[in-house]
């Protein structure tokens, strides 16, 4: 028995910028526990029998994913999980049923966790959550499709999402049925655009440069006292972004880092 740590193995997958090959996975697991490459191909192997991680084709190529073949717990409340696996849910908790694609999602990338928190945040440790229950949202580069389904599982009527790449968008729609919310989430094949729209809450988890662009479009289709979920940001960023919308009118409520990334809460101001 190779004496290794699972998680430390697995954060080399949560923490790599790329997608990693077998063979680039084994070489950092190699430096990683000073192994052989021999002795790295055999935790590989472990971790694949005990369905940590899978091969995944993407792109044409294989490469090493973290397995998703059982519940994963998130937050506190929402567990994510495939389609054709059961409940290990309690009473209190959320399941969110997504599938395994080419998009974010499946609450392995630290954005999409920090993203779910700052929604569990919102709507069971917040009075914010008395205007949102029943109210709409916008979901801005929707992915999977997985913020959309946590916020109308866990209050919102209505959900508009915006998606420009066509496989994310098939991937959304069948994640959206799988979740029994078809008519409830709008996945829409196209860029944001502005609208006579009045949403409660937003949410964008894209990259810096984007969300200080669209910030204009965002603030008007968000009413006052509207909340905005943010992620996608590098954490040397974060007082970028806050500093970018606090002038905008927007108050912060609530920020949380992991693994080098950031997520935030946010108020419209009346």
């Known amino acids: ?16 910028e790329v997608h990693l090959t077998a063979r680039a996975y084994i070489r950092e697991i190699s430096r990683e526990f000073s192994l052989t490459p ?61 599938s395994v694609g080419i998009s974010f999602g499946t609450g392995h990338h630290p954005t999409t966790r920090l993203c779910l928190a700052a929604l569990d945040n919102l709507f069971f440790s917040t009075r914010q959550s008395e205007h949102l229950q029943g109210g ?35 991937e959304a729609q069948r994640n959206v049925a799988a979740n029994g919310l078809k008519n409830r989430i709008n996945v829409i094949h196209d860029i944001m655009t502005v609208q006579d729209l009045r949403l409660s809450l937003v949410m964008a988890n894209l990259r810096f440069p984007t969300l200080k662009q669209i910030a204009p479009d ?47 809460t946010l108020t419209k101001k009346p």
């Open 1 to 16: 028995m190779i004496p290794f740590d699972r998680n430390r193995a697995l954060d080399i997958l949560h923490n790599t």
């Open 38 to 98: 021999f002795q790295a191909k055999k935790v590989l192997t472990s971790l694949v029998q005990s369905q940590d991680v899978a091969y995944q084709d993407l792109y044409g190529s294989t490469y090493v994913m973290e397995g998703f073949s059982k519940p994963v717990r998130i937050t506190n409340r929402f567990f994510i999980l495939p389609p054709d696996i059961a409940s290990i849910a309690g009473s209190n908790d959320i399941d969110i049923r997504i």
């Open 136 to 170: 709409k949202a916008g979901d801005i580069g929707t992915g999977s499709g997985v913020l959309a389904i946590a916020a109308c599982l866990a209050g919102i009527s209505r959900c508009m999402a915006w998606e420009t790449d066509p496989n994310a968008v098939s």
């Open 218 to 264: 965002i603030c008007s289709i968000l009413v006052p006292g509207g909340n905005l979920i943010l992620s996608g940001v590098r954490a040397w960023e974060m007082d970028n972004l806050k500093t970018h919308y606090s002038a905008m009118g927007f108050s912060i409520d609530w920020e949380r880092e992991e693994k080098q990334w950031g997520a935030v």
